[in-house]
């Protein structure tokens, strides 16, 4: 299969990209240290140069401009500034829009004015410049004196440097070219004849450099041996010590000078580790290729599972062990494959500050996201279309959760709100949920609303629940204003269609004037589960175990009617169930003992009455195909191990649709 | 690179590029060489190049010599072995099994025929 360069550069550049864009944040928000200059540097040095590579010049040429502007940042000729940060996401995005229009999409607007504004940044004078005023903002460690400094370097390259081809020589020339340099090698490190491996470099060094440089002119030195070496640049007193009193005693350690160190070494910032290609074991694998491989996995889940049925009716004992081990193969293979499509939500959680940051800008607000759990993962094909709920639900909260920042003060709370965004593994799901420290739901509009929409009844008793959920249904808006962000009524109706599409449920709390949280529940994969095999007459389907809490039975002479539902206690507790050959009219007569699986459905259990229960089956789930998209009530179907298909049960869909069918035949209309 | 004995085999003479590719062959050579003589003195007076790995070679020559107790001497040093010490930090002498590569001292040129008054230190 030929490799196509241009692919790879494209993935690439989306990387570096997204770096790029948290990079370009943390300036704004005055958390960036000294190494996010250097990284939004080396992030845009090699989109320009791969991009020339592949032929993008239009990208390589406006690339260079940026590159250019950075380089100043580097040297201090130009300042950080909230108006850096702005061009630099500017930039982002228009480079996006050209490998767009590259790859033939929308044709990319001219950067003309983007340009000029990047040209006149790089030549502005640095005292006119709007600085960082966030009060947690940390001057970046630039060290540009006019004056010659004296440098202290502990060198200690990976041993394997000189089968790189690298040569610590030339190193200390490039060194010598920025100022004087006084190089002192260590030699401890080399054995005997007998031992020593004549590929390997046991040598190190301490070097006392005198420029008028900045470190990261030094730094840019070891550019292409820095990750796999031990490199520690300091500022040493200018009257350092000659080399005459340097400890050179073989056995002594580095950093053995006089004079007082004023440790100027950038710590490696926690959220953006250096990648460094020499560790990195990964294989891009494209996702079609992978979904291939689950479906594979999928047949042969089902075809070991009717092996398994056959063999047993056959009763011939000879295959039961081989047939045992196949079952224990396959799920270990299954388990593998599930596992590869794993992805952490971080990948999602990363397209957020940016939004945030360009909503709070459009609507006056000032916001800090704030993310946990971004290790949490979750299947690719569900992190693919968590994306536009988890936006809708930014873009609600931002609008109208979150007070502008004069409200909040009036109200003694902290001018900036906080807008939490978390993921948790709970069992077989995953909770993700968006927080806010707003003005929280306010129950009395949203029941006038609903009141005016004829929702519900002016006189209605409704719980706080009951009122929110208000809010999911479609149209429903409270806000007098539609604006470009939400207000539409489509948001929240949207965002629990998707849910319930992905097998998931929505869920909402609020307290007036402290805040609201959104907690989207969502199973961890959608390509196999585990499911319990009922029966009804001669139709087999399948309840998703993670919703199923324990069976019961039902005796014909128990069955209960109040106030028209259908109820059995289930330890003390009463449980109102759905008859499912009733709700799916399945011919014939209820077995005399019935059994009823009860599941959580929400906040509540629910109970379905089935004839039988067969046993927990590894279902792989295969779609209805495009003519069944509109039956809700059965998410997709499996094939058993006697080749029948057993539809698999949407629980929400299933509940919802029981209840709309009891208050038809309530009110006398017939389906 | 050539290795040869000289002085009916008392010194080991290397000749041209002493670097990484042949450092297999120096090591080997240098450890026989090492091991039987009892005085080792290297000629590098025709060596050409010189890198890290042979300097480093030569180090650990000097180190398993002294180990073993016996004298090392490295005679007509040239620029070329001197330059490439002093680029990598190192000073390169005519060193006895007292000096310590690495300590800044005068480069001096050892002539293998007035070794008798090389300053040694």
Not at chain 1, 124 to 142: F, I, L, N, W, Y
Not at chain 1, 150 to 166: D, E
Not at chain 1, 313 to 321: R, T
Not at chain 2, 71 to 96: D, I, K, Q
């Amino acid at each position: 299969m030929s490799h196509n360069p241009v692919e790879t550069y494209l993935q690439e550049a989306d990387e570096l990209l997204a770096q790029i864009e948290h990079s370009a944040l943390s300036l704004e928000t005055g958390t960036e240290t000294g190494e996010t200059i250097n990284q939004l540097f080396r992030a845009f040095h090699t989109l320009k140069g791969s991009g020339a590579m592949c032929g993008l010049d239009t990208v390589a040429a406006f690339t260079h401009h940026v590159e250019s502007l950075l380089d100043k940042v580097r040297t201090g000729a130009v300042p950080v500034s909230l108006e850096l940060s702005d061009v630099v996401l500017k930039a982002s995005d228009h480079i996006k829009s050209l490998l767009g229009a590259d790859q033939g999409g929308v044709p990319a607007p001219s950067g003309e004015m983007l340009i000029a504004a990047i040209e006149a940044l790089a030549a502005s004078d640095p005292s006119t410049a709007e600085p960082v005023t966030s009060p947690r903002a940390r001057p970046v460690q630039e060290q540009f004196e006019s004056a010659d400094q004296a440098w202290s370097i502990h060198f200690r390259p990976n041993p394997t440097i000189l089968t790189r081809g690298s040569n610590p020589a030339a190193l200390f020339r490039d060194l010598r070219n920025l100022g004087s340099c006084e190089v002192t090698a260590h030699t401890d490190q080399i054995p005997g004849l007998d031992t020593i491996e004549p590929d390997l470099c046991y040598l190190w060094w301490t070097i006392i450099l005198r420029s008028s440089c900045g470190q990261n002119a030094i730094r840019d030195v070891f550019i292409f041996v820095e990750d796999d070496s031990k490199l520690e640049i300091e500022r040493a007193e200018a009257r350092a010590a000659s080399p005459a009193t340097l400890a050179d005693d073989p056995a002594s350690g580095p950093g053995e000078m006089g004079g007082l160190h004023e440790t100027v070494t950038q710590p490696a910032p926690a959220s953006a580790p250096r990648k460094s290609l020499a560790k990195e074991s990964t294989v891009r694998v494209p996702s079609n290729r992978l979904d291939r491989l689950v479906n594979l996995v999928g047949e042969l889940v089902m075809n070991q599972s009717r092996l398994a049925q056959a063999v047993s009716q056959s009763g011939a004992p000879e295959f039961a062990n081989p047939v045992q081990e196949l079952e224990r193969l396959v799920a270990e293979l299954r388990d593998n494959v599930l596992g590869i499509r794993m992805l952490p939500i971080g990948t999602l959680f990363g397209r957020f500050p940016r939004l945030v940051h360009d909503l709070s800008a459009e609507l006056g607000k000032e916001v800090d996201l704030v993310t946990e759990g971004a290790e949490t993962e979750l299947d690719k094909s569900i992190l693919d279309q968590l994306g536009d709920p988890l936006v809708h639900c930014l873009r609600n909260c931002l609008d109208h959760a979150v007070e502008p920042p004069d409200e909040r003060a009036a109200q003694g709370k902290p001018r900036r709100a906080t807008i939490r965004l978390s993921a948790v593994h709970t069992g077989s799901d995953v909770v993700v949920s968006v927080q806010d420290d707003g003005r929280g739901i306010d129950r009395v509009a949203v029941r006038a609303k609903a009141v005016e929409r004829q929702l519900i009844a002016s006189d209605a008793s409704l719980s706080d629940k009951d009122i929110f959920n208000l809010i999911l249904m479609p149209g429903f808006s409270t806000a007098s204003q539609v604006t470009s962000v939400s207000g539409r009524g489509v948001g929240m109706d949207a965002v629990k269609r998707q849910i319930d599409a992905l097998r998931g449920s929505l869920s909402l709390a609020s307290e007036q004037g402290k805040g609201t949280r959104v907690s989207i529940t969502l199973p961890l994969t959608l390509a196999i589960i585990e499911g319990l095999l009922v029966q009804i007459g001669s139709d087999q389907f399948i309840v998703p175990m993670s919703a199923v809490t324990e069976n019961v039975e039902l005796m014909n002479a128990e069955r209960a009617r109040k106030n028209g539902r259908n109820l059995i206690a289930v330890r003390g507790e009463l449980v109102p169930y759905i008859d499912l050959r009733q709700t799916f009219r399945v011919d014939g007569e209820a077995p005399a003992i019935e059994k009823v699986v009860i599941v959580q459905h929400e906040d509540h259990r629910v109970g379905l009455v089935v004839d039988r229960v067969l046993g927990t089956h590894q279902t792989v789930i295969q779609s209805l195909g495009k003519f069944f998209k509109t039956i809700d009530v059965v998410s997709g179907a499996t094939i058993m191990g006697d080749g029948r298909v057993a539809l698999i049960m949407d629980i929400a869909a299933v509940v919802r649709f029981a209840g709309i069918q009891a208050e038809n035949e309530t009110v006398g209309v017939s389906r | 690179m050539q290795i040869a004995k000289a002085d009916t085999g008392r010194i080991l003479k290397l000749s041209g590029a002493l670097r990484i590719h042949v450092g297999d062959e120096l090591r080997a050579a240098l450890l026989d060489y090492v091991g039987t003589a009892s005085k080792p003195v290297v000629d590098l007076s025709e060596v050409t190049e010189c890198d890290t790995t042979g300097l480093q070679l030569l180090i650990a020559a000097s180190r398993t010599a002294e180990h073993s107790g016996k004298p090392f001497e490295l005679v007509g040093v040239p620029v070329a072995v001197r330059e490439a010490g002093v680029a990598l930090g190192l000073t390169v002498t005519a060193a006895s099994p007292d000096a310590v590569p690495g300590r800044p001292q005068d480069v001096l040129d050892a002539d293998p025929v007035n070794r008798g008054s090389e300053d040694v230190t």
